[in-house]
């Protein structure tokens, strides 16, 4: 639900939605949404200062309540 939720979000965002893709992973000291874009809309979801990217953890973080989730945005630039 999170993670569909988040999705939606971003894709209103952006202004290539079809390349959005927020992962769900489960670790050990809970779960993290992975969030990808097209590399020239990363800029987009960070926003200026990160205040974007802030708004959308604030916004996850009320519809996880206690469960808790953290929200990282991926450079799909980065090469593993």
Known sequence: MLAE???HLVRGV?????DV???DKELRRGSILEV???PDDL???????G????AFRTVVSA???RAGARVDFVDVDRRR
Do not use: C, F, M, Y
């Open 5 to 7: 939720a988040l999705e």
């Open 43 to 49: 800029g987009k979801v960070i926003g200026r200062n």
């Open 51 to 54: 205040r974007t990217a802030t």
């Open 36 to 38: 990808r874009v097209h």
């Open 63 to 65: 519809l996880a309540g």
């Open 21 to 23: 893709s927020v992962r």
């Open 14 to 18: 952006v202004d290539n939605p079809d």
